[in-house]
């Protein structure tokens, strides 16, 4: 499956983005969905996750509350809404998909899209 990440931009403090990930070359609705994350400097990490049909979620303590996960697998995209955004949430988002159920690792995952960067300023 082929993913591409898109919605990132420059936003301040408080402030909300909506990130999406299309998908295509197979079936969406096989995979679970996963977002992280990487700032300057710092190593990828797990941000939020929704298994195939959308029906449990999972998130980083660090944006639990702020942060939600949805797909719309008739669309074949993926979405993660941020809202109250902090300048900690700067860094570049990738969207990834998986066959596997440890949500949270990013080697369970086997397909990444090319990441959009997210910069929130104070």
């Known amino acids: 499956v082929q993913l591409q990440a898109s919605g990132g931009g420059l936003v301040q403090a408080g402030g909300s983005l909506r990130l999406s990930c299309a998908a295509s070359?197979?079936?969406?609705?096989?995979?679970?969905l996963g977002w992280f994350r990487q700032a300057p400097g710092k190593e990828r990490e797990f941000v939020a996750a929704s298994t195939w049909g959308g029906g449990s979620t999972y998130y980083a303590d660090s944006v639990k509350g702020r942060f939600t996960i949805s797909r719309d697998n008739a669309k074949n995209t993926g979405y993660l809404q941020m809202n109250s955004l902090k300048t900690e949430d700067t860094g570049v988002y990738y969207c990834a998909a998986t066959l596997r159920s440890d949500w949270t690792s990013p080697t369970a995952y086997n397909y990444w899209g090319q990441g959009t960067l997210v910069t929130v300023s104070s």
């Open positions: 070359g197979r079936t969406f609705s096989n995979y679970g």
